[in-house]
């Protein structure tokens, strides 16, 4: 008998080896803050501790958070595996997470709902309701922390809408450091609250992974020192099997997606991925996206002559703003130029992570770069 979703996530073994989660650490049974104090010894007021077997204030995330009113609110979570979703509204500006033992594969916040899920209302949840985090707060921060929906389409084969968010982040000076984003279809909704709010957001040093426009969104967002990879799929017979980008950026942001010092890897084929496609909402048929792969190793999986494909054929990605510059790797071989617009150095000065940033730096002791 072949093993359930929650026993793949367990034994990490199988088609969802990926998503594997880990013993606890040793050292977490007696000390499950680490260096980040305890409710006997708090860091600062407002710092608030979660732990799922009670030696916290709170033994789930969202009921932390809940309880954190105001601004600046630190949860320091000790390992374990949190099957819930949370929501940090838009008045828990300059919330952080941190994951007490400083490896994001002990903190886990996981569900499993999908687009196509029903709802105790009626109806189904939705793209923007299937995610297991939301986050639509300004300032926000997270540090080791894994945030993953393993909704999986062989446990469902009657829904069609397969669509299944791990984080959306909507809020302006969003930053992620060492975290994971574990799902299949759209795992990482990099958004913004409104068309003509620009939020910006950081990713430095995380791991992202899935099939379908996995990431996407319209958010002006930097991934510096990611990971980026696509799953293998047994339910497709033929490429492409998905696509690791669908940026939606309005038309009169600047900035879309930047992808610097990044590396692309699969599970899948050779050739089985497309870099990108445009997502041009019907609700914003103005969008314009954007995106920028530079000075980043794509590998085998990505297909080197025609990376990008169309959404829709109303909207070719000819029209859209993509570009690469200085990529090297088996999936950057530029074996068709139409194919893949390249950025001259001078172009390539106005696409960098301080330039999308603009007068906002993220704090986290590595420099950001500006080349």
């Known amino acids: 008998m072949p093993l359930s979703r929650r026993a793949l996530l367990t034994a990490g073994t199988g088609a969802a080896a990926a998503l594997a989660l880990t013993p606890a650490p040793a050292q977490a049974r007696t000390r499950p803050f680490g260096r980040h104090g305890s409710p006997d010894r708090r860091r600062t007021p407002g710092t608030l501790y979660v732990d799922p077997h009670g030696r916290g204030d709170f033994t789930s995330v969202q009921a932390a958070v809940t ?6 609110r630190t949860l320091v979570i000790a390992p374990g595996t949190y099957r819930e979703t949370v929501t940090v509204d838009a008045g828990r500006t300059e919330m952080t997470f941190i994951g007490a033992s400083e490896d994001p594969r002990d903190v886990v916040i996981v569900y499993d709902n999908a687009a196509g899920t029903p709802t105790p209302g009626g109806g189904t949840h939705g793209t923007s309701g299937s995610a297991t985090t939301t986050v639509q707060a300004d ?18 084969p009657g829904t069609t809408g397969t669509q299944a968010v791990a984080l959306k982040a909507q809020g302006d000076r969003s930053a992620f450091w060492h975290c994971r984003f574990l799902g ?21 040093h995380c791991h992202l992974e899935g099939d379908v426009d996995f990431v996407f969104g319209r958010a002006t967002a ?5 990971r980026f990879r696509t799953l293998d799929r047994t339910d497709l017979s033929a490429p492409p099997y998905g696509f690791v980008f669908a940026p939606s950026t309005a038309r009169a942001n600047p900035h879309g997606m930047l992808a610097v010092r990044c590396r692309f890897t699969s599970g899948a084929p050779d050739r089985a991925y497309k870099l990108a496609r445009p997502w041009v909402p019907s609700s914003e048929t103005t969008a314009r996206p954007a995106l920028v792969v530079r000075d980043s190793v794509i590998g085998p999986g990505v297909d080197p002559v025609a990376p ?3 959404m829709r054929d109303a909207y070719p990605w000819q029209s859209m703003r993509f570009a690469e ?24 000065a106005l696409h960098t992570p301080a330039a999308y940033l603009r007068d906002w730096r993220p704090r986290e002791g590595a420099r950001i770069s500006i080349g």
């Open 67 to 72: 309880a954190a009113t105001g601004s600046g």
């Open 139 to 156: 300032g926000f921060t997270a540090r080791w922390i894994t945030f993953a929906n393993d909704w999986l389409r062989a446990d469902h």
């Open 184 to 204: 299949h279809q759209d795992t990482l909704y990099a958004d913004s609250t409104a068309l003509s709010v620009f939020a910006r957001q950081y990713y430095a």
């Open 222 to 226: 930097v991934y510096e020192h990611c």
């Open 308 to 310: 990008y494909a169309n």
């Open 325 to 348: 510059y200085r990529n090297s790797g088996p999936g950057a071989v530029v074996g068709v130029p139409a194919n893949r617009p390249q950025l001259t150095a001078a172009e390539a």
